[in-house]
C-alpha cells in the first residue's frame, strides 16, 4: 500500500481553493461588465422619459385647455392661454388646482414625473405674486429644464418648466 504525504494533501486543498476563487472572481467580473454595459441605457431612457413629459405638460399648459372654459370639475385638458396670451383667470384656475389637488394635474397631463411652472415675470394671482404652480424641486434625481415663450400682460415672457424624477 502506497503512503500519501502531507505535502501532496495541501496541495490538492490549495488547488481547490484556486479554482473555487478563479470561479468567484470570474463570476464577479461578468455581473459588474453586465452591469456597467446596461446603466448607461437606463439613463438615457429616464431623460428621454422626463423630457417627454416636459414637452406634454407644456404644450398642455400653453395651450387654450379643454374645454375652453374649463374648471377643476370640468377640465380635460388644462392650458392657460386665450388667443395665444396668458389669461389670468385660467392661470389663477391653474394655480388654485394645482394647490388643491397636485397629483390630480399629473392624471391630467398623464406624466409620473413632477413638475414646476414658472415665468420670468412675477406672476399675480389675486394681487398676490406667485412665484410658480406646481411643486418646486427641493429634492431630485434628474431634473430637466424647458423653456417656452408666450406674453404675460401683454408682454413678451419666458415660461419654464422643471420636470424631474
Known sequence: MKKISKKSKHAQAWGMDLIVASVIFTVGLVAFYLYALNRPGEAEETIDS????GNVVASSVLSEGYPQDWNSGSVVMLGILNENRINETKLERFNNFAKSDYTK???I?????????????????????VEGIGSPPITYENLIKITRFTIYKEKPTSAYFYVWK
Not at 422626463?50 to 413629459?53: H, P, R
Not at 406672476?123 to 405674486?129: F, T
Open 50 to 53: 422626463l423630457f417627454y413629459d
Open 109 to 129: 397631463f398623464n406624466i409620473r414625473a413632477n413638475y414646476y411652472f414658472f415665468l420670468n415675470e412675477t406672476m399675480l394671482i389675486n394681487s398676490q405674486p
Open 105 to 107: 394635474t399629473k392624471t
